[in-house]
């Protein structure tokens, strides 16, 4: 009797710990779940951004050739060069207003020459303040009225 009320103590007590492992194993079986998940989603999240990466630098490849293959901007080569660009250039047709005063006359035709490959810088003249333009050709300056694309003055460096 001894023996199967100590069987019967020791079935009991591995029922309760099979039990034990059983939830323990369940608990296991949940967090791996989790954790499947958690690593499917970073998965995922590292596909995506893979691909963000490789848009961004292929983005940055064409910027590159872009940059390369254009050319740089210059100083006009002559005076005659300068003279035809301007008088391609419709700047002088815009109608001064408070809106659209010197300076901004001179700011459209330095953004316009940028557009074009030159290089035209942008002064204020110490006579009455006057915003103009400045095309440098070799070793002369010329000064350039935006407004009516006269020459205002020419000087050597």
Known sequence: MFYRIALLLIILVASWHLGQVSCELFEVKMQLGAAENTNARLLEDLAMRD???????QELKALHQLVNTQEQPRYFKSLDELKAWLAEDDTNQIQYSDE????DFALQLQERALADGYILSTEVLP???????IAVIGDAFYIIEPQDDRILFEGEK
């Open 51 to 57: 691909s963000e990466f490789l848009s961004l630098k």
């Open 100 to 103: 659209f005063n010197c300076i």
């Open 127 to 133: 006579i009455a303040y006057h915003w103009a333009n």
